[in-house]
Every structure is written in C-alpha cells, then in structure tokens.
C-alpha cells in the first residue's frame, strides 16, 4: 500500500522537470494520475506509458494552463474518467524574465496567466467535486522568488506571490469543507528551466545555499507526496519551502 492508494490526482505541466518528478513519485505511492502538457506533446506521451506501468491509472491531456474554459473542460474529463478528484497540483510555469524597464506587456500578462491564473482556473473547477466529496488537497509550487523577490522577475515573482495569497485564502475559505491548501515553495532545483542559465551563475548560486548544492525534481516531488497524503491531514495554509535553507 502506498502513502496515495486509491486517490485521483491531477498535476498540471508534467511533461518534464518538476511536475514529472511528481507524477512519478505520485504513480509509485499508488495514485491514479491525470496530468497535463502543452508544447511537449511526444513527452507527455511518454510520460502516460511510464506511469501506467506501475499499475495504476494514468493519462495525459493537451490543456492550455492559462486558459479558463480549458481547465473546466479538463477537470470535467478527469471525473468522468477517473471517478473522481482528490489531489490537485499546480506546477505549470514558465519564466520570461527581463529587467523591468525592458520587460514587456505581452511577458507580463503571459507570466501572470500561466503561473497565477492557472491556479485560479483549476481550483476554481475542482472544487465543486471535492466540496461534495468533502474531502480535498490542492497543493501550488510557489517559489522562493515570490516570498523574496528578484531582480530580473518582477513578473514571475509577482505570480508567485499571488499564488502565497491564493493559496492561504483558498485554505481559509474552503477549511470547513475539508479540503486543504497549501504551497511547496522551491529553492533552486536543477530541471530545464534551469538548464538554460550560464554554469558560472548556477555555481555561483549553488555556493551561495547552506546545503551548497542545488535541488532534484525527486525533493520537491517528496513534499508533494506529503501533502497529497493524509500524512499531512491537519495541515492547510502553509508554505513549505525545499530550498536546502536558501531563505532562511
Ligand atoms: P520546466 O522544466 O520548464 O517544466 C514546466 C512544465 O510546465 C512543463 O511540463 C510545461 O509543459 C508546463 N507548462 C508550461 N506552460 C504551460 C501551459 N500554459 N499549460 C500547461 N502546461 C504548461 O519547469 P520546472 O523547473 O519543472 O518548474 C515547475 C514549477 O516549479 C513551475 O511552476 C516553476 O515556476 C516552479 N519552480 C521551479 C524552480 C526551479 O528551480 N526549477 C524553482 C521554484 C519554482 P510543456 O513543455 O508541454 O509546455
């Protein structure tokens, strides 16, 4: 028996780096995974096959994370075809960063939708089910960046602070319900995302972290899988950082 035996879970963006590491963490711990991609069609195929063998249910769906009829459209599929929802994760994001003075409009308004809007679209269509399950566990990936700022993201952090404020008010709001929210707030983790900076900067920022290392998907995947459990039963409304005490 695994830590999510029997539960549904949907994990947006998981064709690659984080939210992979999640749904693989997800299918060995025994859940039933629905997840989503968007440009990376052929690795969320993949992705499906992997998943499956380890005996559990899994499928990937095409879906636009910014878009709000997508996520109803999505959430809709996922009951019928898994019976239900009981984990929701938000992962998908992206990155276009720029100092502000050369930052424009259209990678402001795509930041925004793609890491905060999205969340608002997924909760806002998960909740039903979970409201009559009465029972629930919606986790958002946050950063360090929205809890600290930094130059060169103001948009990015300014959707990851959003999501710090969703997610306490989503777990106010929906607390008598039984249904918990809650962020994972990750340091630096090396995934492509990452790939894409200059070594010098990335040795730079892993001298600079108490754990002198950068993080792995499987570390952020980890606290997923605690907060998706039941492990993490009386647990709602927190931030939990995996940063190797980056901000401390
Ligand atoms: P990644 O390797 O670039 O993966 C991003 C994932 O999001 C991909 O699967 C991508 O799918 C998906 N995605 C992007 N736009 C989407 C959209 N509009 N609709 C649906 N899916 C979309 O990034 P990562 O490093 O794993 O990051 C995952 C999450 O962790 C993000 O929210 C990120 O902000 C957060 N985070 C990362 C770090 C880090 O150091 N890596 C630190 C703090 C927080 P397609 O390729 O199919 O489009």
Known sequence: MGLLSGKTALITGASKGIGRAIAIKYAQEGANVAFTYLSSVEKGQEL???LAAYGIKAKGYRSDASQF??????????????????????????????LLMRMTEEAWDEVI?????SCFNTVKAATRTMMKAKAGAIINITS????KGNAGQA????????????????????GSRNIRCN?????FIETEMTAVLDEKTVQGWRDAIPMKRGGQPDEVANACVFLGSDMSSYISGQVLQVDGAMLT
Do not use: M, Q
């Open 69 to 98: 009829a997508a996520a109803e459209e999505l959430v809709n599929a996922v009951v019928s075809e898994f019976g239900g929802l009981d984990i929701l994760i938000n992962n998908a994001g992206i990155t276009r960063d720029n």
């Open 183 to 187: 962020a994972v707030a990750p340091g």
């Open 144 to 147: 360090v960046v929205g809890i």
């Open 48 to 50: 499906e096959n992997e």
């Open 113 to 117: 939708n793609v890491n905060l809007k």
């Open 155 to 174: 948009n990015y952090a300014a959707s990851k602070s959003g999501i710090v404020g969703f997610t306490k008010s989503v777990a106010l709001e929906l």
